[in-house]
């Protein structure tokens, strides 16, 4: 079965502690990875597309990376601004046309 | 910066009624797509919707759903006869090519079904 599993759930870091999230899929074909920031009440923020394993994308604090079975997000020196849940999804094939898969998301706390 | 705007941002209803949900997407996008998210669960692709027809859906999407584009902005998605357990956010995103694409996201429209 197709699947999108994130990891932590929840992650509290203090401001200039790097981490990184966890994306991990199984899918039977892959045609895109997104990750997006949420902040409560809102609806995703796009953030970064990924096609193919050994991609990298950055953006400010952030660095999406993709392997064959999973994508990291690198935070690099959180400030607290950088408090949101974080969303993985995929796009996969499925009977001649394509489906998006959401994980349940990466809640981070930056604290000062 | 051009943004997704949703109508009405909540909307209650009681069971067995139909609800309208109204988006406008981005001008020049031509891919426009429904999520809905349960409270504390997470974001469900419904369906995608290009050149006036639908491209995709998901298992969510039966008889119960149905989406428009009535005129050149509007983007809607129907729900027939409610159920309690379609109380959810609901997500409209656009987006200028299809799904690999940037895909832009509304605010949402709080949808409670008593």
């Known amino acids: 079965e197709d699947q999108v599993t994130q990891s932590p759930e929840a992650l509290r870091l203090q401001e200039g502690e790097s981490s990184s999230l966890n994306c991990s899929y199984t899918?039977?074909?892959?045609?895109?990875l997104f990750w997006y920031r949420q902040d409560p009440g809102k609806g995703p923020e796009f953030l970064f597309t990924?096609?193919?394993a050994g991609e990298e994308k950055e953006k400010e604090r952030l660095k999406a990376t993709l392997t064959k079975k999973e994508s990291f997000l690198h935070i690099t020196a959180p400030k607290p601004e950088d408090s949101a849940t974080y969303l993985c999804a995929v796009q996969a094939p499925t009977s001649g046309t394509y489906k998006y898969i959401f994980g349940t998301g990466t809640r981070l706390k930056v604290l000062a | 910066e051009p943004e997704v705007t949703q109508t009405p941002s909540h909307q209650v209803t009681q069971m067995g009624q139909e609800v309208i949900l109204r988006c406008v997407p981005i001008?020049?996008?031509?891919?426009f797509y429904w999520y809905r998210q349960i409270l504390g669960q997470k974001v469900e692709f419904l369906v995608s919707f290009y050149n006036n027809e639908i491209s995709e859906k998901s298992e969510i999407f039966d008889d119960q759903f149905s989406v428009e584009r009535p005129d050149g902005s509007n983007f809607t998605l129907k729900i027939r006869s409610t159920k309690l357990e379609d109380s959810a956010m609901y997500f409209c995103?656009?987006?200028?090519?299809?799904?690999?694409?940037?895909?832009?996201f509304g605010p949402g429209t709080r949808l409670l079904v008593l």
């Open positions: 001008s020049n996008h031509l891919y």
């Open positions: 995103a656009s987006g200028q090519g299809r799904g690999g694409e940037t895909q832009y």
């Open positions: 990924l096609y193919s």
């Open positions: 899918v039977s074909g892959l045609r895109g």
